[in-house]
C-alpha cells in the first residue's frame, strides 16, 4: 500500500466501485467516491487527495472539465479524465484545463497504473522547480521545521512514500511517520496534500 490517496469522480456507482477496486488492487488508497460535481467540490472544500480521477459526464450542475478547471484555479491537484468520451470536441475542452493524464474507457490496468505515476511525477518536478528553502518553508510554519523535518518535506515533493523515504534515508519508517507528522504539525496541516498545497499557494504568490 502507498501513502497516495484518489479521489474518483464518476457517476455510475458500478463503474466507480470497479475503478476503485482496481486502485485497491495496485496498491493506492482511495480517498473517497463522489458522483456529483456537487459532491466532489464540496469534499474538496475540506480535503485535499493527492490525485483525483474524474469523469466528464457526471451527475450535478458542471460536468467533470467544469469541476477540473475549478480544481486547477483553487488547489492545484494532479487530475486524470476517466471517460468514454473520446470525440475531438471534447478532448480541445479537456485540454485547456491542463489535466495530467486522459484515460479512455473500457479501463486497462496497466493504462491506469502508468496515467496515475506519470501523474504523480510530473506534479512532483513542477513542486521542485518551486527551488524551496529551509528558510521559506520557516516562513509559513509556526515553528522552525528541524533539517531532517526539512529532509522529509523534499522527499515529499518528490513524490516518494514513507517506504521509499526509510530505503533512501535509512532511518525507520517509524522514524519517518514521526518527523512527518511534527512537519505537518507545524505546518498545521493534516496531510501530505495539504502541506504541498499550502506551500503551491503561499511560496508562488509571494513571487519565489
Do not use: W
Amino acid at each position: 500500500m502507498t501513502d497516495v490517496s484518489i479521489l474518483i469522480i464518476e457517476d455510475e456507482g458500478i463503474v466507480a466501485e470497479d475503478i476503485a477496486r482496481r486502485l485497491r488492487k495496485l496498491g493506492y488508497e482511495v480517498a473517497g467516491i463522489k458522483n456529483s460535481s456537487e459532491q466532489a467540490l464540496n469534499y474538496l472544500s475540506i480535503h485535499s487527495p493527492d490525485l483525483i480521477l474524474c469523469d466528464i459526464m457526471i451527475d450535478g450542475a458542471m460536468d467533470g472539465i467544469q469541476v477540473a478547471e475549478l480544481i486547477f484555479q483553487t488547489k492545484q491537484i494532479p487530475l486524470i479524465f476517466v471517460t468514454a468520451l473520446a470525440d475531438r470536441i471534447t478532448l480541445e475542452r479537456a485540454k485547456k484545463v491542463l489535466p495530467y493524464g486522459y484515460i479512455v474507457k473500457p479501463i486497462d490496468n496497466h493504462d491506469l497504473l502508468t496515467a496515475i505515476e506519470l501523474a504523480l511525477y510530473k506534479h512532483s518536478v513542477e513542486l521542485e522547480k518551486l527551488a524551496i528553502s529551509q528558510e521559506k518553508i520557516n516562513t509559513i510554519t509556526n515553528v522552525a521545521v528541524t533539517e531532517r523535518e526539512f529532509e522529509m518535506l523534499t522527499d515529499i515533493m518528490k513524490g516518494l512514500t514513507n517506504a521509499q523515504i526509510s530505503e533512501t534515508r535509512y532511518i525507520s519508517i517509524s522514524t519517518v511517520k514521526f518527523h512527518i507528522g511534527k512537519l505537518l504539525e507545524k505546518m498545521e496541516v493534516t496531510n501530505r496534500a495539504e502541506a504541498l498545497h499550502k506551500i503551491i499557494s503561499l511560496i508562488t504568490a509571494r513571487g519565489n
